[in-house]
């Protein structure tokens, strides 16, 4: 579309099948989005279960078993629970696992309740009652951010229909106006300037994904 070269689209494949490596980022991202939902319904499962009078050992299992119901067996969440009882039941500490977890998944809530509950551990405190109510807490920043997500919905799919659209414009002016764009592919001073386009395009579709980017 900017240079109308076939040479150089050519030379330009490699980039192309380097794409999914650029979009690793992107995806875990997106994995990281969805564990840290499925991690506030857990934690809110656990904090009822903790109010209720359980260990903490058995409010997790019940957790476990409310994360199967509604996610299933393989989903991420219920596999983390799984491995993190399995870390009990070898006398690891749940501090310890819970520290495990956060460092894995990169989600910054899990950090924060695993710090909250060393801290209560070590300081002695009411450690049911601080980690419910720490539990609480969290997932109601996690349905913030959710809300804020679903609010922001048709604001991220305007941007992708907005960067689609100088596309089908060029594609458009070539179909129904053919040598239009001529003088921007065949002299110099129309390569520089499509190559400023590019540049600009891509700095555009950057600067509005940043715009829209929730931090999770």
């Known amino acids: ?82 491995l993190l009882l399995h870390k009990i039941r070898l006398n690891r500490t749940v501090g310890d696992a819970l520290l495990n977890f956060a460092e894995r998944s990169g989600i910054r809530d899990v950090r924060s309740f695993a710090e909250v509950f060393l801290a209560a551990r070590e300081s002695g405190g009411e450690l049911m009652k601080i980690i419910a109510r720490t539990a609480e807490i969290i997932s109601e920043k996690i349905r913030i951010r959710e809300d804020i997500l679903t609010a922001t919905a048709s604001r991220r799919l305007e941007q992708k229909i907005m960067s689609a659209i100088p596309v089908l414009m060029v594609v458009y002016l070539e179909l129904t106006s053919p040598g239009y764009f001529d003088l921007l592919y065949t002299t110099g ?27 999770v």
């Open 189 to 215: 001073i129309g390569r520089i300037l499509m190559t400023v386009c590019l540049l600009v395009y891509l700095a555009s579709l950057q600067m509005a994904k940043k715009f829209l980017e929730i931090s």
């Open 1 to 82: 579309m900017f240079y109308r070269s076939g040479l150089l689209f050519f030379l330009s494949l490699p980039v192309g099948l380097c794409y999914p490596l650029l979009l690793k980022e992107e995806l875990k991202k997106k994995r990281r989005e969805e564990l840290t939902l499925q991690f506030k319904d857990a934690i809110l499962f656990l904090a009822s279960c903790l109010n209720a009078g359980y260990s903490v050992e058995n409010a997790f299992s019940e957790a476990l078993k409310e994360t199967d119901r509604l996610y299933g067996k393989e989903s991420m969440i219920s596999g983390e629970i799984r």
